[in-house]
T-cell receptor, first 114, second 111 residues
């Protein structure tokens, strides 16, 4: 079965712009989480969605937002981009029974802000 | 607290065993995981262990959990060059699916 699909793979944006990243989870997975990975901060949790509801949120400013659709696809939006937002953004989905047995990650979207 | 710490780097010779260590601070974690990340790729789940277990073996991988010391380790037997990657330990804390990752250990396998 298809894995977690993230689009686009690479993105270059200018400071002040906004960006939307997309994630399609494994079919049947209802939980989708987003992470930011940078060399300095490592993997930081952004938020988690389940059945279109945000259940958990990390310590990121309000410029970072997300949503989940009825088909479990999720989008993440970053407004007013800053240079420090340059990172690999990873999406992960978990099975219907929950993420206790581990998440399946996509290959990520590498965002560069110039 | 939710800090998960790992040593940054490990170098081993091909064929030797690798042991990657992790310490965590939150005793309420229920599941602990090991993920592998190869260059330019996402994270691949290698294995997980439930907090009431102290050991789990899966082919070349052995996970040891010491709850008293909050210490988790991953042993890779007969390490191959294809095992070169960054390895992350991770834990689930709390009722919902928020995973806290360690800082990652870069494993270098020397042929």
């Amino acid at each position: 079965k298809a894995g977690v699909t993230q689009t686009p793979r690479y993105l270059i944006k200018t400071r002040g712009q906004q960006v939307t990243l997309s994630c399609s989870p494994i079919s049947g997975h209802r939980s989708v989480s987003w992470y930011q990975q940078t060399p300095g901060q490592g993997l930081q949790f952004l938020f988690e969605y389940f059945s279109e509801t945000q259940r958990n949120k990390g310590n990121f400013p309000g410029r970072f937002s997300g949503r989940q659709f009825s088909n479990s696809r999720s989008e993440m939006n970053v407004s007013t981009l800053e240079l420090g937002d340059s990172a690999l953004y990873l999406c992960a989905s978990s099975s219907p029974t929950g993420g206790n047995y581990g998440y399946t990650f996509g290959s990520g979207t590498r965002l560069t802000v110039v | 607290g939710e800090d998960v710490e790992q040593s940054l780097f490990l170098s081993v010779r091909e064929g030797d065993s690798s042991v990657i260590n992790c310490t965590y601070t939150d005793s309420s974690s229920t599941y602990l995981y090991w993920y592998k990340q190869e260059p330019g790729a996402g994270l691949q789940l290698l294995t997980y262990i439930f907090s009431n277990m102290d050991m789990k073996q899966d082919q070349r991988l052995t996970v040891l959990l010491n709850k008293k010391d909050k210490h988790l380790s991953l042993r890779i037997a007969d390490t191959q060059t294809g095992d070169s990657a960054i390895y992350f330990c991770a834990e689930i804390v709390g009722g919902y699916q928020k995973v806290t990752f360690g800082t990652g250990t870069k494993l270098q396998v020397i042929p």
